[in-house]
């Protein structure tokens, strides 16, 4: 795991891990929650070459409401209710509100999933799975994959888009310059 959290939820007991999130949670996931208890990141990271847009701003803490970061497991599973598929626990979030999930019954368990909030279903319809896509087969593999850094393809295009942004210094006035409202 090449990413770090700059704080971390209150120490957590196997029993109240299970309460709030299940019994039958990947061992990896839940050994992770044992030793952190989710956590905020010093700093956002995502999935080198993923397309999907993944990127985690925190993991969900259990027993934290009050405080390091207003990640607090129940809150979310309230918050979120019916909102995304059954067989899903959310476990981080990103900074745009979108989930990554661990799949606890829904395809492949012990998967984990990004979920869009930009394609969710209107509140009067069940939720849908087109706004999700699996990105990791396993917990672990999630970790190891996360980077705040980026591969040498995205820095090349990181560094063409910028060269092709163009910057006027000075006031901006537009072509033909303001109408505010008025017709030509």
């Given at each position: 795991m090449s990413i770090e959290l700059s704080r971390h939820g209150p120490a957590l007991t196997a029993a109240r891990l299970a309460d709030v999130a299940g019994q039958d949670l990947p061992a990896d996931y839940r050994d992770w929650m044992l030793e952190r208890n989710g956590g905020v990141l010093s700093e956002s990271a995502h999935l080198p070459g993923d397309v999907s847009g993944v990127s985690v701003?925190?993991?969900?803490?259990v027993d934290d409401s009050a405080g390091r970061g207003g990640y607090?497991?129940?809150d979310f599973l309230r918050s979120y209710e019916g909102r995304y598929p059954e067989g899903f626990l959310p476990v981080a979030v990103d900074a745009s509100s979108n989930l990554i999930?661990?799949?606890?019954g829904y395809e492949q368990p012990g998967s984990v999933w990004f979920w869009d909030h930009e394609g969710e279903a209107d509140e009067?319809?069940?939720p849908r799975t087109?706004?999700?896509?699996?990105?990791?087969?396993t917990f672990t593999e999630f970790l190891d994959r996360l980077t705040t850094g980026?591969?040498?393809?995205?820095?090349?295009?990181?560094?063409?888009?910028?060269a092709r942004a163009t910057v006027t210094k000075g006031p901006y006035e537009p072509p033909g310059g303001f109408t505010f409202g008025e017709k030509k």
């Open positions: 701003r925190a993991f969900l803490t607090d497991f129940a999930l661990l799949d606890t009067d319809e069940p087109d706004n999700i896509v699996k990105i990791a087969d980026f591969t040498a393809e995205e820095e090349a295009f990181i560094r063409e888009a910028a």
